[in-house]
C-alpha cells in the first residue's frame, strides 16, 4: 500500500473510531499519521484530534513542525496560531499570529479580516500591547517612514483605535499624496467616517492610475459608489481604463456598479 492510499485509510479510521469511542483504535491511527508527511490542514487537524484524545506532547510536537515550515498563507496561520492559544501555548500562538499580520498587507485579499483575526488572537495571548509599544517607538525613530507608519496605522485598526489610525493615514497621505494605495487608503478612511463622495474621488484617483488596486477591496469601493450614488460618474471614470489593466475577474462587478 502506498503512502498516499495509507494515509487516507489512517485518517478514516482515526475520525471514525474517535466517532465510536474506540479511543484505542483512534491512538493508533494518531500515532501512525504522526510519524508520515502531512500538509499543513492535515496536520493541524491531527493535533486536534490528539488533543481531544489526550495526546497532548504530540500535538504540540505537530503544530510545532507546521509552524517550522513556514511558507503558510495567513488563513492557515491564523488557524496554527488558534491551536496554539487553546493548548496554552500563548507564546506559539503570538508569534504565528504576528507572522500572520505581517504577511497580511494590504495587497492580500480580506486583509483587513486576517488582520483583525491576528490582533485578537494577540490580544488575548497578552501580546499586543507589547506589538503596538514597538511599533510605537520605530514611528518615533523615523517620523518619515511610510512603510512603519502603515503599520502601525494597521495596527491600531486592527485593534479597534480608530481616531490613532486615521491621524497615521492622514500623515501618510501628506508624505505622499498622489501615491495610488495611499490615495486608496485615505479613501477607505473616509467611506469609515460616511464622506462617500470625497472617498469615490480618492478612490477613483488611486484605480486610474493602480487599477489591480481593485484585488485589495472591492466591497469597500463598491459601498462608496453606491451611498454616494455615484455610479454613472465612477463608469465615466473607469471606462476611460484600457480593459486589459483591470483584474479580469473584477470585469463582471464593475458593470454591476
Do not use: C
Not at 77 to 99: I, M, P, T
Not at 138 to 150: C, D, E, F, H, I
Not at 198 to 213: G, H, R, S
Not at 227 to 248: C, E, G, T, V, W
Amino acid at each position: 500500500m502506498d503512502q498516499s492510499t495509507l494515509r487516507v485509510r489512517e485518517l478514516a479510521a482515526m475520525n471514525l473510531a474517535t466517532q465510536l469511542g474506540r479511543l484505542e483504535r483512534a491512538r493508533t491511527a494518531a500515532q501512525r499519521l504522526f510519524g508520515m508527511r502531512l500538509d499543513a490542514s492535515t496536520e493541524m487537524a491531527l493535533a486536534d484530534q490528539l488533543t481531544r484524545l489526550g495526546m497532548h506532547s504530540m500535538a504540540s510536537a505537530v503544530l510545532q513542525r507546521t509552524q517550522r515550515r513556514g511558507g503558510q498563507t495567513p488563513t492557515v496561520l491564523l488557524q496554527l496560531a488558534q491551536q496554539f492559544l487553546d493548548a496554552g501555548e500563548k507564546e506559539a500562538a503570538a508569534e504565528v499570529a504576528y507572522s500572520s499580520l505581517r504577511q497580511s498587507g494590504p495587497s492580500v485579499s480580506n486583509s483587513s479580516y486576517y488582520r483583525q483575526q491576528a490582533v485578537r488572537l494577540l490580544q488575548q495571548a497578552g501580546r499586543l500591547d507589547k506589538l503596538l509599544q514597538q511599533a510605537e517607538r520605530r514611528v518615533a525613530a523615523a517620523p518619515q517612514s511610510v512603510v512603519l507608519k502603515t503599520e502601525l496605522a494597521e495596527l491600531y485598526t486592527a485593534a479597534g483605535r480608530r481616531e490613532d489610525a486615521d491621524r497615521l493615514f492622514s500623515q501618510i497621505a501628506e508624505l505622499q499624496p498622489h501615491d495610488p494605495k495611499t490615495l486608496w487608503d485615505s479613501a477607505t478612511q473616509l467611506t469609515r467616517v460616511g464622506k462617500h463622495e470625497e472617498a469615490v474621488d480618492k478612490f477613483l484617483a488611486a484605480i486610474v492610475k493602480e487599477p489591480e488596486l481593485l484585488n485589495r477591496e472591492f466591497y469597500v469601493f463598491e459601498q462608496s459608489v453606491r451611498s454616494a450614488k455615484q455610479s454613472d460618474k465612477s463608469y465615466q471614470a473607469l471606462m476611460q481604463i484600457p480593459l486589459h489593466r483591470f483584474p479580469r475577474h473584477e470585469l463582471g462587478q464593475l458593470v454591476q456598479l
